[in-house]
Structures are given as structure tokens and as C-alpha cells.
């Protein structure tokens, strides 16, 4: 008696593992790809020909340091940072600036030769067509 009663278990158990080995298998095999991130306010991109990082400004009413994090050469700081925005860097002693926004794939020079804290400001503008403020900066040795 008590072997036919394990033999109807296991028997239960055979049917439910492949119950659940069926509908593990009619799932897809790739995952569903994320929604994309929707697009930044504005960013940064600190040229890959500047001389040095760059001090970056997420916010520049937030009243804290002057900025908020360095950026690397070569880095954007909605890809590098993470940031929906940016809205301004920092320029220390011996080095200059120049930076440039973009509209419809063509830049036009902002700062000249400048330090200190400056702001890139989200402006019609200083948009693109998609409202984007894209900003290229380029630091050199002055």
C-alpha cells in the first residue's frame, strides 16, 4: 500500500515538472529590451582634444561647491554622469576654454578664452531643433 501511494506522488511530481519544463520553454529566450532613456535637457562633452577634465555644474542655483563633478576627457555628462542636464563648468588657473553649442550638426563658438565658473545655458538659441543644449567644451593651456 504505502509503495503505491509513493508511486502516485512521484508520478504527480513527474507531471508537474514537466508542466512547469513546458511553459519554461514556450518563454521567449532573450529578455524585452528596456524603454530608452528619454533624451538629456542638455549636456556637456568635454572635447577628446582638451588638456585637461573639466569641473561640470549640474545645477548652478543649487548654492554648493562651485562644481559638482570633474569630467574626463572625451566624456559627455549624460553618458559619463548620468545627468539630464548641465548647466555650466569650471575652469582653474593656467587653462582657458573655449565652447561651442550645436544646431543642426553646425557649432558656433560661445566662450572664448575663458575661466572660472561659466554657465552653458538652455536657451532657444542654444537648442537643436530636438530642444536638446548640446555644448562642447575645448581646454588648452593659456
Not at 9 to 14: E, L, N
Not at 45 to 64: F, L, P, Q, R, T
Not at 103 to 125: A, C, I, K
Request: proline share 6%; with cysteine.
Amino acid at each position: 500500500m504505502r509503495l503505491r501511494r509513493i508511486r502516485k506522488r512521484a508520478a504527480a511530481m513527474v507531471v508537474t515538472m514537466i508542466a512547469v519544463l513546458a511553459v519554461i520553454a514556450a518563454l521567449p529566450l532573450t529578455a524585452t529590451p528596456a524603454s530608452a532613456a528619454p533624451p538629456p535637457w542638455s549636456y556637456i562633452h568635454n572635447s577628446v582634444n582638451s588638456a585637461v577634465g573639466i569641473g561640470v555644474v549640474y545645477e548652478m542655483d543649487d548654492g554648493g561647491a562651485v562644481y559638482d563633478e570633474i569630467l574626463p576627457r572625451d566624456r559627455r555628462t549624460d553618458r559619463h554622469l548620468g545627468w539630464a542636464q548641465a548647466e555650466g563648468y569650471y575652469i582653474g588657473n593656467l587653462y582657458c576654454a573655449n565652447s561651442y553649442y550645436q544646431q543642426n550638426g553646425v557649432e558656433y563658438r560661445y566662450h572664448y578664452r575663458q575661466q572660472g565658473l561659466l554657465s552653458t545655458p538652455r536657451v532657444p538659441f542654444t537648442m537643436d531643433t530636438d530642444g536638446v543644449a548640446r555644448w562642447r567644451v575645448f581646454t588648452y593651456r593659456c
